[in-house]
């Protein structure tokens, strides 16, 4: 398998094979703007067509993950049915159980530095990081992770949690999974949040994901700084 590696058309192939879905590439060393206009003008045509555009990031270095990325997307198509058949109604549940389970040390932050957080508008991208589009043939965005597992490595949930949050966050703010890498989940947002709920949306973006506060802005109120109007949200676990 590692004959692919510094290969982008044997790798897109690989992965085709692996999800069973239309892969394409992505150009390299194109700027976070660009990579975002790319990703909407696929989601709209995904909405046409009856699919769902994934940006499947790399780094040609992460040898060793990229393949092990590539045999959980060949091995989840043994459970792919038992996924998809899941219950996922229950993810403000899951998150207010975990917001219970997390102290909220991160809580404040100093008046003089909140003009440092802006909202999101583009996707954030590695230097080295490279894309592939994999269209995943679902009309239902959580259901990616059926496709492409990510979740349940040290504090990430699982993937049927991940898949619950999902659903819960795109029904409230038609947030939809956009770019999957080893560690980060980006997600693109239709109906961001506004002053009257962001700062629900900070506590429970701190319940799913607390290294975006604690190895991230620092605090929840920062967090909430940076959701307010943002067509973007990030997530990465250490």
Known sequence: MALYFNNKSALIEEIRKATGCE???IPDNI???QLTEIYVNELENGKKSGYIPILFGYEDRLCDILTGRIELM??????RDEM??????K???????R???????YDEIPEHMKCKYNSLNSFISREDEKYILIKIKSANPWEVFA???FGGWN????????????KYWYDEYRAIPAIITHDILQMYVEKPAKNDNSRKLADEQYAFCYDIVAQGVGSINALELTLIDSKVWYFWWD
């Open 31 to 33: 700027t976070s703007e």
């Open 91 to 97: 993810g403000k549940e899951f998150l207010t159980k």
């Open 23 to 25: 892969c394409s590439d």
């Open 147 to 149: 496709w492409i597992p």
């Open 74 to 79: 060949e091995q989840s198509k043994n459970h």
């Open 99 to 105: 917001s219970e389970e997390l102290y909220y040390l």
């Open 155 to 166: 504090d990430c949930p699982d993937d049927e949690d991940i898949m619950s949050v999902c």
């Open 84 to 89: 998809l058949k899941a219950d996922v109604s």
